[in-house]
Structure formats: structure tokens, C-alpha cells
């Protein structure tokens, strides 16, 4: 990919425009770049600068310019009216995992997207790699580490045959345009980014994406539970291998049996070696090992990953048990699903606090897997209409996180588990949802 002397717009800076920018310099680019923030309110300002890049807002005009390329940061809308008009005039929108990828030797990427477990199951793919793969084995993508640091830190315009676990957004798979995973999976399919996505129908397609380049010999490690994903899949049609899973079913290429995980038949590790809690971390499990076994890792090597995996931070996390009553932090549940499943990882006894930013999403299926619940405590933006959705005549109001807790600790009885899982993003109070979760496990902690 020729860059040299091409004019580039970067549409957002945060850490992964900084990063593709730091690519686009490497490569002789002119950059400019539209960010919502006054100069004097990025501390970058003066490295950008230096580095001969344009500093100026998001107006019309600056979209109204002539550009070779353009880089949008995955936070903006895909139908913004910037967007829109640079598409307009005919200039190429991508995503800074699609130049990555343009702009690196052939490396060995494996894409997991999906609406939930997308980060443990990643991070597990990447101790499996880490431990067959050593130091040519990454994480990075929607987990926080952009790709094109990867390629930066690793020199990736001339070194190859690295191999990266790499979550994925639908995000950042709208606007992709050449990037090719060998390996990829959609762990599931549920409502979620309908306010940015402007429907269902356009964030579920969107998940499609990640298989939409694959070749005959790459893996789409299929999902043969999830009746919607099958709806997409049957739709919008897979071209490569397909490795059909189920923790249901026997009948599918991968399947459980006896107590034992089977990848294609062949009998790969035992249940017993997986240390997470619930159902869904099953499936996770199973996505990774999967995975593993089509990049060619032994069973041996992936039974020991698995049976020393803990889990991630801010996913069915355990903080602490106070009084006979246990503390979980699930602040990267920001959809119904991930409620969901969260609560079904418990039998009973659960004060679920949720709350936070107003995405509009339905909360009828949740409603109806709310068993082990024993009392709903709303508070944030949309606190009020999810305690009158899930718990009219029960449920508590509070405003804030601080509130919820206290009022959880008040209630709580030895036996019961306080479960933070907001069914909602973060925005109306934290900045994201590892914040608000930091903070739960401070005021947890300080009880």
C-alpha cells in the first residue's frame, strides 16, 4: 500500500487514530486530522505536530476536501454526515485494522467478533498462541491495543508470520475492505449497538464481515446453537471451511462428549480443566480450543492454557465475599445478553445492579431469565425504566453506582451474591465500562 505524499484523513484520534496515524507518518503520508477536541485539550497535540500532522475540528468543510484516504476511528458513526459526504466524493473510508492489515507482510490473524464473550475467549486463544507461539504470538483489536501498534512495535512492514488474536467490533468491521482472517468465528448474535448501528438487521449484518474475504482454506468456527446467527450465516453465506460447533448437540463437527471437548472428532481436553463458571464460558472455551486446533497446536499445550485461565477483568469478576454475601463485578455486560447469561451463572439469591447509559434495547428477554434474582436495583440515565421494565412493584431507584451498592450491602443476607452487570454501556457517568468497573470493586472493597 503506496502512501508516500498520499493525503490522509484521520476521523478521531483516541488511541487507535494515534496509532494509525504513527503508521500513515512511518509510510510518508499527509496527514490531517478531524478531531472533536480543541488542540489545546489533547495532549498529543505537540508529538502530531511534530510529526507534521494537521490539527482541525470536525466541520463540513474539512469533509468537503480533496483526500486520498481517509481513517475513521471505530467510536464515529458509519453514517455520520461527515462520512457520508467524504464517501460522496469518492473517497476510500477504512477502519485502522483494515490499513494495518494493507500495510504489513502476511501475518496469521484470527478474528473473534460477536456479541458477547468476544474478550475472554480471545484472551484465552492468545495464552494458547503465547504458549506455542512465544513471542510472535499478540492480543490486541476492540481489547485495547490497536492493531497498527502491533505493526509498529513489531516492525510488521517487513516481518511476517506473526500470529494474533484479535478481537474484534462490529465497528470496526464496518468499512473493512481487504482484511482476511485464516480464522474467524461469531460466538453468538443478540441485540446490542442498535442506537449507532440504526437497527438490528444492520449490527447483526455487519457482524458478517469477518467472514466476508475468507478463501476455501481459511476456518469459520460456526456456532450451531445460536438459531439468529444461523439466520445471518444462511443469508449472507460462508465461502471458506466451516467447523460446526455445538455444546448441545453430538452431531456437529466439534461437540462434547463423556465430559470431553471434541474439535472434528478428535477427543482434545476434558471439561474438568476449565476453571470459569457458567455455560457461556463453555462455549468461549470451545471457540478458542477450536481455533487452536486449526492453527495447529497440540492438545497438550491447550489443556494446560485452559486449565490455567482465570478469566478476564470486568466478566463475572469476583471481588470479594463480605458477610456471606459474595460480590461480582460484570461491568462489561453492556447488553441484555450478557445479563442474561450472567445471572444464569447463579442459581439464586442475586441483587442485580443495573444501569447506565440509555441505549433503548429491550429488556423483555431478560425479564424473563430473571429466576435466581431476588431483588433489581436501577440507577444512571436509564435505571428508571429498567427497574419499571424488569421489577414495577419491586424493584429499588437509586442515581448513582455509590447508591446501589450501599443499598445492596443493606440488603443483602448471607448467601446472596450483589452482581454488577449494567445491561448498558457506560457513557452517562464513566467514561467507559473498565471504569466502572474499577470503581464497583473500590466501593466493594471499602465496605
Not at 486520498?68 to 457520508?84: E, F, H, Q, S, W
Not at 474478550?119 to 495464552?127: A, F, G, K, P, V
Not at 421494565?389 to 443483602?412: F, H, M, N, Y
Amino acid at each position: 500500500m503506496d502512501l508516500k505524499d498520499k493525503k490522509v484523513l484521520v476521523i478521531g484520534l483516541a488511541r487507535s487514530g494515534l496509532a494509525a496515524i504513527k503508521v500513515l507518518h512511518h509510510l510518508g503520508a499527509e496527514i490531517t486530522l478531524s478531531e472533536t477536541k480543541p488542540r489545546d485539550q489533547l495532549p498529543e497535540a505537540d508529538e502530531l505536530e511534530s510529526m507534521g500532522v494537521k490539527i482541525t475540528d470536525q466541520s463540513i468543510p474539512v469533509f468537503e476536501e480533496k483526500y486520498d484516504l481517509a481513517v475513521k476511528n471505530p467510536g464515529v458513526p458509519y453514517r455520520a454526515p461527515t462520512i457520508m459526504k467524504l464517501k460522496e466524493n469518492g473517497v476510500p473510508v477504512i477502519t485502522e485494522i483494515e490499513l494495518a492489515y494493507r500495510v504489513s507482510k502476511p501475518q496469521h490473524f484470527m478474528a473473534i467478533t460477536g456479541s458477547n464473550g468476544k474478550t475472554t475467549t480471545s484472551t484465552l486463544l492468545y495464552e494458547i498462541l503465547h504458549r506455542a507461539f512465544g513471542e510472535k504470538a499478540h492480543l490486541c483489536g476492540n481489547i485495547g491495543i490497536a492493531l497498527c501498534e502491533m505493526v509498529m512495535d513489531y516492525n510488521l512492514f517487513e516481518n511476517e508470520g506473526h500470529w494474533f488474536a484479535l478481537e474484534v467490533s462490529n465497528f470496526q468491521l464496518v468499512d473493512i475492505d481487504e482484511f482476511r482472517p485464516e480464522v474467524a468465528t461469531i460466538i453468538n448474535l443478540s441485540p446490542d449497538h442498535i442506537d449507532f448501528m440504526g437497527g438490528l438487521d444492520n449490527y447483526y449484518k455487519s457482524k458478517t464481515e469477518v467472514y466476508r474475504n475468507m478463501r476455501d482454506d481459511d476456518e469459520f468456527i460456526l456456532n450451531t446453537d445460536d438459531k439468529t446467527l444461523l439466520d445471518y450465516v444462511s443469508r449472507y453465506p460462508v465461502k471458506c471451511k466451516v467447523n460446526r460447533f455445538s455444546l448441545d448437540r453430538d452431531d456437529t463437527d466439534s461437540y462434547i462428549s463423556d465430559g470431553y471437548i471434541y474439535i472434528r472428532g478428535e477427543k482434545v481436553m476434558p471439561l474438568s480443566a476449565i476453571k470459569l463458571v457458567g455455560k457461556h464460558n463453555v462455549q468461549n472455551v470451545m471457540v478458542a480450543v477450536a481455533a487452536a486446533k486449526a492453527a495447529g497446536i497440540s492438545n497438550e499445550i491447550i489443556t494446560q492454557a485452559v486449565s490455567e485461565f482465570k478469566g478476564v477483568e470486568h466478566r463475572i469478576e469476583f471481588v470479594r465475599e463480605l458477610d456471606g454475601v459474595r460480590y461480582y463485578n460484570d461491568s462489561k455486560g453492556t447488553n441484555t445478553d450478557a445479563t442474561v447469561t450472567a445471572v444464569k451463572s447463579f442459581d439464586r439469591g442475586v441483587i442485580l445492579l443495573v444501569g447506565g447509559f440509555e441505549k433503548g434495547l429491550p429488556m423483555d428477554e431478560l425479564r424473563q431469565n430473571l429466576g435466581s434474582v431476588k431483588q433489581v436495583i436501577g440507577y444512571g440515565a436509564c435505571g428508571e425504566r429498567l427497574v419499571r421494565e424488569l421489577a414495577p412493584d419491586s424493584g429499588i431507584l437509586v442515581t448513582t453506582l455509590d447508591e446501589a451498592v450501599a443499598k445492596a450491602r443493606e440488603i443483602a443476607a448471607a448467601g446472596d451474591t450483589v452482581l454488577l452487570s449494567p445491561t448498558t454501556s457506560s457513557f452517562d457517568q464513566y467514561s467507559c465500562f473498565e471504569e466502572r468497573g474499577d470503581h464497583f470493586k473500590e466501593l466493594v472493597n471499602s465496605l
